[in-house]
């Protein structure tokens, strides 16, 4: 039998995950393959902590060095994480001819351009599966059985936990903080939580989605970017009284003018596939010109769930490997064919949430719908009830028809200044499905 030999950095939550795996599962992989996945050696700065699976001593290593440099060697998973040392490993493992297996989408989302050149360089594969949407099989439906389309526009809850905090919140009425807590105990948090909440960690995603899709490296600091810190149960009560639901949701649309891509806090109609992606779920609603609507759904985080992306990756190569042919899986751009400059978020057309905090007094309504129908504004429908918010303040929430960002935000700015607003107005993007 074909033996593919296998190196791993970083044996965390998801590295012992593939330990698990390789292991458990290896009969059922040599008898669909042929061949036999030799895990032969295993780098982690911190041997000791404690860890779901036995590392078996022989194998094991502090040196990432020692196994990037082993020349018998074929196939090294990067679970390291971040982009600073994780980059140098997968260059240098890239430079020393190896094929590369990694569930880091922070790098991808930074780097990617330059590992994807020097892998072609080299011709060595680079698999991602992991890195979008843990267990769920995106990266190859879009490099392969989306590659017949013109991808129209990607939907994506790509964070589980932002979409266990928003789905916790929903269901028992509880605050945004006592949530977090909760979710990071469950172990789906990043390193940084705040990855996670303010967006950045679906950001990451989309941005490899929107390179596999649309052909564009996009500059990563230009992706507007916002998280779910300033989600109240109040918005959550009235956007299910108007028949919505909250969720982050990872957006790109392909315009005639340009690519539309931005993480933020949207309405959703209750109902539709996406509105039902509950906890710690995700999944990724992509329209293409032929297939039409599709939904991929799975667990997007999680040691088994990604780990077994990444096994994937890796048995996908190591079949290339035994045909003796690389398959390279490196995305070639479309070439000018589609126009994929990021247009402003001041420039997107949409239906909002409006929900402004006002004194109790009579007449702000009318002078708060008259500043919105001056800046081209129409409204679908008002709610104001006596939800004191204290101190005598009210909340007042509006719907609006479609409207340009820009003239929303002027409105918003003139309404700002009106004495009767007492805080900060919260404008919601509402997505039709
Ligand atoms: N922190 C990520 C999440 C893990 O919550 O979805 C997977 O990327």
Redesign the pocket.
């Known amino acids: 039998m074909r033996v593919v030999n296998v190196g791993l950095i970083g044996a965390g939550t998801v590295g012992c995950g593939v330990i698990k795996i390789l292991n458990q599962n290896k009969e059922i992989i040599e008898s669909r393959t042929g061949i036999s996945l030799n895990l032969t050696k295993i780098a982690d700065s911190d041997l000791n902590r404690k860890r779901p699976v036995k590392l078996p001593k022989r194998k094991v290593t502090k040196d990432a060095r020692d196994l990037i440099k082993d020349n018998s060697i074929d196939i090294v998973i990067e679970l390291v994480g971040g982009t600073t040392i994780a980059k140098d490993f997968v260059l240098e493992s890239i430079k020393n001819g190896k094929h590369v297996v990694t569930?880091n989408?922070a790098l991808l989302a930074h780097h990617g351009k330059a590992i994807f050149a020097e892998a072609a360089k080299k011709g060595v594969e680079v698999g991602f599966e992991a890195?979008v949407g843990?267990g769920i099989p995106i990266i190859k439906a879009t490099q392969e059985s989306y590659a017949a389309n013109n991808i129209l526009s990607i939907h994506g809850i790509?964070?589980?936990?932002?979409?266990?905090i928003l789905s916790t919140m929903t269901e028992h009425g509880y605050e945004f903080e006592d949530v977090l807590k909760e979710?990071q105990e469950k172990g789906?948090?990043?390193a940084d939580?705040s990855?996670?909440i303010d967006g950045v960690?679906?950001a990451h995603?989309l941005s490899i989605l929107i390179m596999l899709s649309f052909g564009t490296f996009l500059n990563f600091d230009k992706i507007p970017v916002e998280g779910i810190r300033n989600i109240t149960s109040l918005d959550i009560a009235y956007a299910d009284e108007l028949g919505y639901q909250i969720k982050l949701l990872a957006i790109a649309k392909s315009r005639e003018d340009g690519l539309e891509a931005g993480v933020y806090p949207t309405l959703v109609k209750k109902g539709t596939q996406l509105a039902d992606v509950s906890g710690?779920f995700?999944a990724i609603y992509v329209v293409g010109d032929a297939v039409g609507p599709t939904m991929l759904y799975g667990m997007?985080?999680?040691m088994m769930p990604?780990a077994s992306a990444v096994v994937g990756d890796v048995i996908q190569i190591a079949k290339h490997l035994a045909l003796e042919n690389t398959h390279l899986t490196t995305p070639s751009p479309y070439g000018n064919k589609i126009n994929s400059s990021l247009i402003k978020t001041s420039e997107i057309t949409t239906k909002y949430y409006l929900r402004f905090q006002t004194a109790d007094i009579p007449g702000i309504l009318g002078k708060i719908t008259s500043s919105l129908g001056k800046h081209n504004i129409s409204i679908e429908s008002v709610i104001q009830k006596s939800r004191h918010l204290g101190g005598g303040d009210v909340p007042i929430v509006i719907m609006t028809h479609e409207a340009k960002e820009k003239n929303l935000l002027s409105a918003l700015k003139e309404i700002s200044k009106f004495k009767a607003i007492t805080g900060k107005t919260n404008f919601i993007r509402i997505e039709e499905l």
Do not use: I, V
């Not at 790509?158 to 266990?164: A, F």
């Open positions: 569930a989408k890195s843990g790509m964070n589980g936990t932002s979409n266990y979710a789906y948090a990043e939580p990855f996670d960690d679906a995603k710690a995700n997007g985080a999680g990604t």
